[in-house]
């Protein structure tokens, strides 16, 4: 158990829908990530939330849309999106204090875009 | 700018069999650096990690030490179980920083 949830963990949807990923963390932590996974290639980060400001949003196409309404509740919203963003979408969080805080990842949601 | 290169797998190796999983990195100032383990099905876990030259992670019978001067951070396990089959992934953050930097990731497969 990791401390960080995410739901729904598996999401099927078709170009034309919007869909919402939700991330929370249990740990007490100030910062928050999207990060997408695909398949041989590195993570890629998406979006930082500290102290639930957005600090970071990598060039991410405007079809995802990030919220963070608090320290413990990451949102990922999706609308017609493409099937090459298929992938296993990660959350992670962490206590910002010093070069060394370690980051802590929810099991990920894995989406198809049909 | 920052960059982890990681083997290529898999990687698949018999069970007690002696693991290492070369990783080596670029990047500008004094990066920490980490490895990650991704188990079937779930999200990434922070496996171990050190924070200077010469420190060695350890856990779980994994190590790596932290090598400046040939940029390296590569995993080794002497003995390894079926149980450690999984996705490993190496990562280095530098100054103060939220983002991490991932390689490519490996994966291991031990069999009986």
């Known amino acids: 158990e990791t401390g960080v949830t995410q739901t729904p963990r598996h999401l099927v949807m078709g170009m034309t829908n919007k869909k919402s990923l939700k991330c929370e963390q249990h740990l007490g932590h100030n910062a928050m990530y999207w990060y997408k996974q695909s398949a041989k290639k590195p993570l890629e980060l998406m979006f930082v939330y500290s102290l639930e400001e957005r600090v970071e949003n990598n060039s991410v196409p405007s079809r995802f849309s990030p919220e963070c309404p608090n320290s413990s509740h990451l949102f990922l919203h999706l609308h017609t999106l493409q099937p090459e963003d298929s992938a296993l979408y990660l959350c992670?969080?962490?206590?910002?204090?010093?070069?060394?805080?370690?980051?802590?990842f929810g099991p990920g949601t894995r989406l198809t875009v049909l | 700018g920052n960059s982890v290169t990681q083997m290529e797998g898999p990687v698949t190796l018999s069970e007690e069999a002696f693991l290492t999983i070369n990783c080596t990195y670029t990047?500008?100032?004094?990066?920490?650096l980490f490895w990650y383990v991704q188990y079937p099905g779930e999200g990434l876990q922070l496996l171990l990690k050190a924070t200077k030259a010469d420190d060695k992670g350890s856990n779980k019978g994994f190590e790596a030490t932290y090598r400046k001067e040939t940029t390296s951070f590569h995993l080794e396990k002497g003995s390894v179980q079926v149980s450690d089959s999984a996705v490993y992934f190496c990562?280095?953050?530098?100054?103060?920083?939220?983002?991490?930097?991932f390689g490519t990731g490996t994966q291991l497969k031990v069999e009986l």
């Open positions: 992670a969080s962490s206590q910002t204090h010093d070069r060394v805080d370690t980051q802590y």
């Open positions: 990047a500008t100032g004094y990066p920490s």
């Open positions: 990562a280095l953050r530098t100054g103060g920083g939220n983002k991490l930097t």
